[in-house]
């Protein structure tokens, strides 16, 4: 019998967590560690790796296929590009002051798409080799420019078989035309709500009356076309959090109850302006705090109510192929299935490196839709794109649940090379998998109801937490 290699770690019930390449896993103590590490495992420990598939008899028997499929289907593989990003305007009319895509004035000049970038971007959208397409409008604010975005949206709705639209809109200042174009069914909003009403004003609308004209706004929105047309995510400051409990108040108040927590981005103008804000140490307390408190309050409430970001790390555990999130697969290829387009026609891998092009620390641009790809520069990129060979990785239980984000280590150490285990995107995902294996194992009724909520099972079977003595 063959054993696939196991990587393992310690978990705070004073065991540890077992896995495999392929995303098996299972949980067992020191003693068996010693077994397996010795080469001396018992009769129960070969049948129990063998049943769950950590090993094998002969290459061609069904236990190894079994587990080449499972490797495999970890695998995200390139796709024709179905998503694309586009920035037809970098003005804002708000000044956030953690601001990541260092926008410009509301009344600067030069900041938005011109004619010729227009005719551009629709037949770079005209000559993509796919029957679907997610358009996603940011900026600065997309809805100052509205008439730029009827005309993608006409133009592709007429080109796929299937179109869908984002518009990334602080929601501030809405008259009937952008009303209008929000309203169809084909076209979702996506805004920010800064925990509560004290902390949005402090970080974003600065007023009272503009922090009332945006709620007045949400509230509109979602009595127009409902909350499920409609994500809001938090920018949460280390230094000065909200209350976690205010952000849950507020974001089901308005019937929205998938939220997103997000730290203020070490991008852009938030780069200097909040520099201390770099302890992931700090943050992952307040994360976890905040798992913490939805599992109290699941265990009572009527309504549930999940962390975007930890419910997808949870479900990547417990199912192969959920690759459509970007910022969270393995490999990570840029370039390929998704697109940034900037207000000057530029080519950029994800919206991030567009953020570090603009404030001048390395330029990622990758092309322009006047000349086409840089594709020399992006199979450089793309060398760097997965964690399958990481020395640090290769170690690590999680890796086949994990990812890599080689724009976020270029932002913080200007390279690519660093130690993954120093790095502030492996320091945040550990916590998170080491709190998404605690609550599959974990035996209190609360933490067991909300695993069920979030996974969509009526109850967690336990063959799905296998423990080995």
């Known amino acids: 019998m063959t054993i696939w290699p196991l ?9 540890l967590n077992f896995a495999d390449d392929a995303g098996g896993f299972f949980r067992s103590d020191d003693r068996f560690l010693e077994r397996y590490a010795g080469d001396n495992l018992s009769e129960a420990d070969s049948a129990f790796l063998h049943r769950h598939g950590h090993a094998f008899d002969e290459i061609d028997d069904l236990s190894y296929t079994g587990f080449a499929y499972r490797w495999a289907a970890r695998q995200s593989y390139p796709r024709p590009t179905s998503y694309v990003i586009l920035v037809p305007t970098l003005r804002c009319n708000l000044a956030c002051n953690y601001c990541q895509v260092s926008r410009a004035d509301e009344r600067a ?28 409008f940011q900026g600065g604010e997309p809805l100052l420019r509205v008439d730029l975005l009827e005309r993608v949206r ?18 501030q200042n809405l008259g009937p035309a952008e009303w209008a174009f929000l309203e169809a069914e084909d076209t979702f909003i996506s ?8 902390t949005h004003q402090r970080q974003r609308t600065k007023t009272t009356e503009k922090t009332e004209q945006f709620f007045g706004n949400l509230q509109a929105a979602v009595d127009r076309f409902g909350s499920h ?5 938090p920018t949460i400051d280390p230094d000065r959090p909200p209350d976690l409990d205010a952000i849950v108040e507020t974001f089901t108040e308005y019937g929205i109850h998938s939220i997103y927590l997000r730290p203020v981005n070490h991008q852009g103008f938030a780069r200097k302006r909040f520099a201390s804000n770099s302890s992931t140490d700090r943050w992952n307390a307040i994360y976890g705090a905040f798992i913490d408190l939805l599992i109290e309050r699941n265990a009572t409430g009527n309504t549930p109510v999940e962390e975007y970001y930890f419910v997808h790390c949870l479900r990547r555990v417990l199912k192969a192929g959920l690759d459509k999130h970007v910022d969270l697969r393995n490999p990570n290829f840029l370039g390929r299935d998704y697109l940034v387009v900037d207000f000057d026609g530029r080519f950029y891998p994800t919206d991030e490196a567009r953020m570090l092009t603009r404030i001048g620390q390395i330029d990622l641009s990758i092309g322009n839709v006047f000349d086409g790809l840089e594709r020399d520069k992006l199979s450089l990129l793309n060398e760097n794109a997965t964690n399958a060979f990481d020395p640090d990785c290769i170690h690590c239980p999680y890796q086949a649940f994990c990812g890599v984000d080689l724009i976020d280590d270029i932002s913080r150490s200007a390279r690519v090379d660093r130690p993954k285990h120093e790095t502030d995107f492996c320091r945040r995902h550990m916590f998170i998998f080491d709190k998404v294996f605690d609550l599959i194992y974990s035996d209190e009724p609360k933490a067991r109801k909300s695993l069920a909520l979030w996974t969509g099972v009526s109850e967690f079977p336990s063959e799905l937490r296998p423990v080995h003595q």
Do not use: H, M
């Open 109 to 136: 000049l030069g900041y938005d798409w011109t004619e010729e970038t227009v005719q551009a971007v629709l037949r770079f959208l005209g000559g993509l080799n796919c029957s679907d397409i997610k358009v996603e």
């Open 229 to 233: 047309r409609i994500s809001a995510l």
């Open 7 to 15: 990587k393992f770690r310690p978990n705070k019930a004073g065991g």
């Open 154 to 171: 006409s133009f592709a709705r007429e080109r796929f078989s299937k179109a869908e639209f984002v518009v990334c809109t602080n929601l």
């Open 191 to 198: 805004t920010s709500i800064d925990g509560d009403r004290v």
